[in-house]
């Protein structure tokens, strides 16, 4: 019975290592690499599910950055721009109707507003933020968390199918998978598969949207009077670092060019440590009512902010 475990926890670590080192080298696509990962993380014990997590926080950055060495700045500077005032529209209108959602679903009130806040500014990170500064419970944390966690897995899937079937340009998806994604990861990773340049707007509006976590803390934390430290999103600046030397400094493409390759492997490893860390403790945890809470609010955003793209009311 001993060697039987044995065997079955080494096994469980092997198939772990498989899936990292298959999406280090290429052979999954981000898409494929979350999949793997979800079936890792839905059929087995994740042996490393702490590390793991921690490693995929670091590892998205650094990807971020690393896909920075691939961008001009000028654009990434005129979609930013752009990108600001629309995210800070959608911001809005996220949060008002996801509390409205709460309060008709009767969702514990700090819990609703965490998913609220995930949904409109950047998933999980908008949730790590803003838990502390709300003081809100670690079961508060982990529901909101595995709530956006599931969505932004599925929204990977579907929005390039969705894109394509609607014949959005690359434009046009880019700024949508930004504007109604959750995590960033997920961004990336639809944004990449629809094509070069909905990667970079998608990524750039992504960040641009992202930036609102640290108004949104400063104010809570202020509303709340929390002495809680509100942590800033600083790989932003390097990414922007980051295309100010591809732009500028052009004596270094060939190194720019592999560590933008660098960053789109990384991203497809970091999509596969989130993947295997939903399990089927963490769907269950969730509950109906919060689950009920994000897919209304996601699908309302998603819907909302495509038709207004496809009409051209956004555009950059």
């Not at 001993?2 to 469980?12: E, F, L």
């Not at 800033?232 to 390759?261: D, G, M, Q, R």
Request: proline residues 3%; contains cysteine; glycine residues 10%.
């Amino acid at each position: 019975m001993a060697r039987a475990c044995d065997s079955d926890a080494a096994m469980t670590k092997n198939l772990f290592f498989v899936g990292i080192i298959l999406a280090a080298s290429g052979v999954l696509s981000p898409p494929m690499a979350l999949a793997a990962g979800l079936a890792y993380g839905l059929t087995v014990v994740h042996p490393w599910h702490l590390d793991a997590k921690r490693l995929s926080k670091f590892l998205l950055q650094a990807s971020v950055v690393c896909l920075g060495f691939g961008m001009n700045l000028s654009q990434v500077v005129r979609v930013g721009r752009s990108g600001f005032l629309y995210t800070a529209i959608g911001i809005s209108f996220a949060m008002a109707l996801g509390m409205l959602l709460a309060r008709f679903l009767h969702v514990e009130k700090i819990q609703g507003f965490l998913i609220s806040a995930g949904t409109a500014i950047c998933g999980g990170s908008a949730i790590a933020a803003l838990g502390p500064v709300t003081n809100a419970s670690e079961e508060a944390m982990a529901v909101s968390m595995g709530t956006v966690f599931v969505l932004n897995s599925i929204a990977l899937f579907i929005f390039p199918a969705i894109g394509s079937m609607m014949h959005l340009s690359q434009t046009q998806f880019g700024l949508w998978a930004a504007l109604a994604i959750h995590d960033t990861s997920s961004v990336v990773g639809a944004a990449a598969k629809y094509g070069a340049v909905a990667l970079t707007i998608g990524t750039t509006v992504k960040l641009a949207r992202a930036l609102w976590i640290v108004p949104v803390s400063l104010g809570v934390a202020m509303v709340r009077r929390s002495g809680a430290r509100v942590h800033l999103p600083w790989f932003i600046l390097w990414f922007c670092l980051a295309a100010v030397a591809n732009s500028y400094i052009p004596w270094f493409h060939a190194e720019y060019a592999t560590l933008a390759k660098l960053g789109r492997l990384g991203l497809a490893v970091t999509l596969f440590l989130i993947g295997a860390g939903i399990s089927r403790q963490t769907i269950r945890e969730v509950g109906a009512r919060p689950m009920i809470q994000g897919v209304l609010l996601w699908v309302v955003v998603g819907t909302v902010s495509l038709l207004a793209i496809a009409k051209g009311w956004i555009h950059l």
